[in-house]
Each structure stands twice: as C-alpha cells, then as structure tokens.
C-alpha cells in the first residue's frame, strides 16, 4: 500500500452512515483480483470504492473503470489514483438509486463489484438483480450472514426471501470469508466474499413480478403454514393442486415450488380474471 493511501486512510474518518469500513488488506484485494479475473476489455463496474484500495488494482487491469461512490468527501481522493480522468469515470451518486443499466452502452455485459455497506446490503442486492439481464456477474464482500442466506439450501434457518429472489434470476457462490482486521474500521462481523452470476432457471417463470411476490407473501409470516401465509392468494386447496403441502412452511419450498405456485396464480387469473385473486 502507498504511502498516499496511507495518508488518505489517516485523513478520512469512516462515516457510520455510509456503513463504511474501508479494506486494506492486501492479500485479500489480491484474492478478489484473482477471483474476478478481470479483462482489458471488461466493462466493470466497483460500486463503494471509498479510498480507492480496491479502485487501483482494479485500474491495472481494465482500460476503463466506473465506479459509483456517495461520499463526495472521498471523491478527490479516487481522483488522485488515475492521471487520466478518461480511465476512472466517477460516478458520484447512492447506489441504491443509480441506474447500473445505463452503463451498459454497448454489447458488453456490466461486471460488478465492491465491500457493499452492510447496513444496505440486502436492498442493494434487490436493486442490482433489477439489472441482472445486463450483467455478467458480480463480486461482492458482504456480511457473512447475508452469503450464508445467499447460499442456503431449502429447509435450513438461512434460507428466506432474499435466496429465493436471487434463485430465480442469479447462482450465488460463496468464494471466501475475511476477517474484521482487513478493514479500518473493522467491522464487528466476519465478511464473505461471494460471486452472483446471473443465469436462466432451470424452471419456468411466466411472470417474475408474480414470483416475487409469492415468495414475500410466503416469508413474511414465516413461521406460520402456507395456508396462513398465502391466504388472499390461494387456497388450501389450489397449493395443493401445485402438488405442495398447504401445511408446510416457506422455508421448506424450494425455488422451483415458489415458481410453481406463482405460474398456477398466473394460470388462474388470465383464464379467469374475475375469480382469480
């Protein structure tokens, strides 16, 4: 690490309302770097460079880096990583409002990456699969609590509406965890890298708005049985005919199931709109 991030680090005090906790551990940029495998060519985008750790690095490896920051304190410091301005295009904006796809001006799918502020992750990650069509993958550091939901299998305690969501547009892989010294300030949490890769299904979703909010329905009283949760959407008698257990739970169902009942829902309305709920 430079001497001029050094001193950067020592200027800038870590904004509790940006969730900042800034990385600078450089085996584990290093592993990021070699997770991402970036291209000269790619069109990649870091989202929260905050002082640029990751930011130059990145800059070694791509002819052109777009990076999407909402501490304008922090702005003359990513300005300083790059002579040329044409190279690092600073972006200063909220990530949770920013629309990623109007980067995507040519052929080439969006590479995302970034340490996302963990207290705006999960929202983050809602708005950013909004763009999943344009994009190639993403490489986030997260809290591990939200990999292991990311990455969780039907019928274990992580498993919830944000894997079921992600299901349905996106893999998830979780690459590897890091500890609270590899940030200033460190974070009372351990981290975990994972890579989110958008793909097809292997199950059919005939509208993706219905999906969704199948699958919000069902975990918003998680605890109670399908019937209870679904009520106003189905009846007993209708999840069962997916050939779902009415009394089970939404932790149990798997994405394919979540996409069963929504296509049923579907199914119903647009051969009966009067009926269907």
């Given at each position: ?124 990650l809602f708005h950013l699969l909004g763009f999943a069509p344009k994009v190639r993958d993403m490489h986030f550091m997260l809290q591990k609590e939200v990999v292991d939901r990311l990455t969780a299998a039907p019928g274990g305690k992580d498993y919830g509406r944000l ?115």
């Open positions: 690490m430079s001497a001029d991030r050094h001193s950067a680090n020592d200027a800038h005090v870590a904004r509790k309302r940006f969730g900042q906790h800034f990385l600078h551990d450089p085996y584990v940029i290093d592993r990021i770097l070699r997770a991402l495998r970036a291209g000269a060519d790619d069109l990649l985008v870091e989202i929260g460079p905050g002082l640029g750790a990751l930011t130059q690095p990145l800059l070694d490896h791509v002819a052109k880096l777009h990076v999407v920051e909402i501490d304008r304190d922090v702005i003359p410091h990513l300005r300083k990583l790059s002579s040329d301005s044409a190279r690092l295009e600073i972006h200063l904006a909220d990530a949770l409002e920013f629309d990623f796809g109007a980067l995507a001006l040519d052929t080439r799918p969006l590479r995302l990456i970034g340490n996302l502020p963990y207290n705006i992750s999960t929202p983050l894997t079921a969501t992600v299901a349905a547009r996106a893999s998830a892989d979780a690459l590897f965890e890091v500890g609270p010294g590899a940030f200033n300030p460190p974070p009372k949490v351990t981290s975990s890298v994972v890579r989110i890769t958008p793909r097809p299904t292997a199950f059919t979703i005939r509208d993706i708005g219905v999906y969704d909010r199948v699958v919000t329905a069902a975990f918003s009283q998680r605890r109670k049985t399908l019937t209870n949760s679904l009520r106003g959407l189905f009846s007993a008698s209708e999840i069962s005919a997916c050939e779902i257990d009415p009394r089970a739970r939404a932790e149990v169902l798997s994405p394919a199931q979540f996409a069963a009942l929504a296509n049923d829902w579907c199914e119903r309305r647009s051969s009966n709109p009067a009926t269907a709920p």
